[in-house]
């Protein structure tokens, strides 16, 4: 049964977490729903380190666009990949330093209903107020290799929002790109670079902790459920991902925010009844 629920969680997690709609949000109302029989530093682990699946989604998808090792590169095409390396370290460094300094802050006075609803809708809004704002103008950046440095600086200080859960990690690195003028499609592909270090930073960060606190060796029945965890979030997360490029290619994100509001007003549903 745990093991059907990592099934479930991966799924949430592979969708979720590359579309701006908050995993953070969705985890609540899984877990709510399908608590697993673990220890609550272990979920709190596993919350972070099935991301590993979803990075290595991106590599795959991506591996020629980042591999600036390519043979099939011209020089000026290898010179590119590595300077669009460095503006992602450029970008992931305001929310690493903060994410080091404040991330077990915010887990414990933001992680609870209230804050994450108020989030999912405060940003839904936002994602449509944006789109109607941008209708009709042109988009300054268009590529992802043209993004400079002071621009991948700006959206790496949106992503230290993603603090705050149930703002959405690419939620928060998309709006900020948007803001900036840069087009949909190169927003969300170098929100999915920007990932990669973030989230393999988090999740060797949550290891770290889980071993510091003692919390001992992890049981057969607990790597099997991290594995297949990531597992699941690897495959669903080369579906989203795909899914997501083509569809901003040809749509806003206003859908995104509507189904953001809804899924706040169910969050906040859920804890009222529950305080009932």
Not at 13 to 36: C, D, K, V
Not at 162 to 184: D, E, F, N, Q
């Amino acid at each position: 049964m745990e093991i059907l629920k990592a099934v479930i969680i991966g799924i949430v997690q592979g969708i979720t977490e590359w579309l701006p709609i908050s995993s953070t949000g969705h985890m609540i109302l899984f877990e709510n729903l399908l608590a697993m029989d673990v220890s609550d530093a272990f979920m709190e682990m596993f919350r972070v380190v099935i991301q590993f699946g979803s990075i290595l989604a991106v590599l795959v998808l991506y591996f020629t666009k980042l591999n600036p090792f390519a043979r099939s590169k011209t020089d000026l095409e290898k010179k590119q990949t590595w300077g669009l390396w460095l503006r992602v370290i450029v970008a992931v460094i305001p929310s690493a330093v903060l994410g080091l300094l404040l991330d077990d802050w915010f887990n414990e006075h933001f992680y609870n209903y209230v804050v994450v609803a108020i989030a999912l809708i405060v940003y839904g809004v936002a994602f449509i107020a944006i789109e109607r704002n941008r209708r009709g103008r042109p988009e300054k950046i268009r590529d992802v290799y043209e993004i400079d440095y002071r621009t991948a600086l700006l959206i790496g200080a949106f992503q230290v929002l993603a603090l705050i859960p149930g703002t959405s990690r690419s939620g928060s690195t998309i709006i900020g790109a948007m803001l900036l003028g840069v087009s949909r499609t190169s927003a969300a592909e170098f929100s999915f670079f920007l990932a990669i270090p973030t989230m393999l930073g988090a999740s060797l960060l949550k290891i770290g902790k889980y071993a510091v606190d003692g919390n001992g060796a992890l049981t057969g029945q607990e790597w099997s459920i991290m594995l297949v965890g990531c597992a699941v979030a690897f495959i669903v997360s080369l579906i989203a991902i795909k899914g997501l490029v083509s569809y901003v290619r040809r749509h806003t994100f206003s859908a995104f925010g509507v189904y953001r509001i809804a899924l706040g007003a169910v969050v906040l549903g859920v804890f009222l009844t529950q305080k009932i």
